[in-house]
């Protein structure tokens, strides 16, 4: 399996913090990561809002929600509140901004972290529409058996005011390689070809609201995606939340079954039933053999479903023209049966796990033949 690594990329001024940390949690090859200093996601080029990055390969460029670090490009809206009403934007959130950047109207009051390697909380105000508003960004983990390593990231936008108002945001983001989504569910794949892509990143929003995305320009040119949310009735001096965005990402790096656990995720997310999905890559030590040859193969199981795979046994058979090397067979906490043919030969070699294969969760199992 591919290594790869996932960055999540969040951000805040560090000046109301002391030795400030990323939430972060690791998932088998995969790390999730939430820093909240600018710099950290920033490579020579972009600014890395959310992305990943096949580990495996020097200089791969990243994929997923990516800005050019420009000026111009910096000061584009990420977020935009727009009144619903009127259908007038109340006011537009930079990139910069949002990373923490003060100005004239748009003030840090908060910044905390609440078991810094969990979440991070940070409010800012800005007056318009002649009142004072309160902006709630909030990123953290939360615990999921369903999911790789059982933890997401939830990202959650609040919004409080002095007077009654209603309210919508609008989230917009670009993105490199390749897109697909279902309904509310965006995948973001590491390939231009999203069927060839070996790795995604999920992202469910909100269903009451409408994902849409944007066409591109040229073949390797970031294009655009965009949400809006249903219409958010605030009352005077309540907050009340505008977005909750759930992230996870894929664990094995094999495209079809990459695709797949991807999909099965947004089932998750989109309240579908959860049920485990057992797959297995075999691979063998030698691509050629002749006659007297001895071959190590390896089968490698893996659940990209959203429930645990209980009591799960397997069978593979001894190849025709081979012959199986007596307790050669060996496999990740597992109970070993070699069913035998009435005169004594090998027929299969079976594995019985006693601990449930977790979602996300890859089990190896080995044995040995000699060719006839």
């Known amino acids: 399996m591919k290594a790869f690594l996932i960055f999540f990329f969040f951000f805040a001024s560090s000046a109301m ?57 910096l000061t584009q809206p990420l977020i935009e509140l727009i009144d619903n ?49 309160k902006f709630y960004r909030t990123i953290q983990i939360v615990s999921s058996e369903n999911v790789p390593a059982g933890k997401i990231i939830v990202f959650s936008i609040d ?34 070809n999203g069927k060839e892509s070996s790795s995604f990143l999920v992202l469910n929003f909100p269903s009451s609201g409408n994902l849409k995305s944007l066409s591109v320009k040229g073949k390797n040119d970031p294009a655009k995606f965009s949400y809006e949310s249903a219409p958010v009735k605030i009352e005077s001096g309540k907050t009340s939340n505008l977005l909750t965005l759930k992230i996870s990402a894929t664990t ?7 695709l797949k656990q991807a999909m099965n995720l947004g089932k ?3 309240q579908q039933k959860t049920n485990p999905d057992l797959v297995a890559l075999t691979s063998v030590d030698k691509p050629s053999t002749n006659a007297g040859d001895t071959v190590l193969t390896t089968i490698q199981y893996y659940n990209i479903g959203t429930s645990a795979a209980a009591e799960v046994k397997l069978d593979n058979p001894v190849p025709a023209g081979a012959r199986y ?47 006839l």
């Open 268 to 270: 998750l997310f989109n």
């Open 325 to 371: 090397i007596e307790k050669s067979a060996g496999g990740d906490g597992s109970e070993i049966d070699v069913k035998r043919s009435s005169s004594g030969e090998a027929t299969s070699i079976g594995w019985k796990f006693a601990a449930p294969i977790l979602p996300g969760e890859g089990k190896k199992v080995f044995f040995k033949i000699v060719i």
């Open 159 to 192: 919004l409080k005011t002095d007077n009654p108002v209603d309210v919508k945001l609008r989230f917009t983001g670009l993105y490199l390689k390749s897109v697909l989504n279902e309904g509310n569910t965006l995948f973001i794949g590491d390939d231009l």
């Open 17 to 73: 913090m002391v030795a400030q940390q990323s939430v972060s949690f690791r998932a088998g090859d995969m790390i999730v990561l939430a820093p909240t200093v600018i710099d950290a996601a920033s490579n020579n080029n972009s600014v890395l809002v959310l992305s990943g990055k096949i580990g495996t390969e020097k200089d791969s460029k990243p994929f997923g929600i990516i800005f050019p670090k420009k000026n111009k490009e």
């Open 85 to 133: 009403s009127s259908n007038k934007i109340i006011r537009k959130i930079s990139l910069e901004e949002y990373f923490g950047k003060e100005s004239k109207d748009w003030k840090k009051i908060q910044q905390e972290c609440v078991n810094t390697l969990d979440k991070d909380v940070a409010v800012f105000s800005f007056k318009a529409v002649e009142q004072e508003f």
């Open 252 to 258: 094995v790096g094999v495209s079809s079954h990459a």
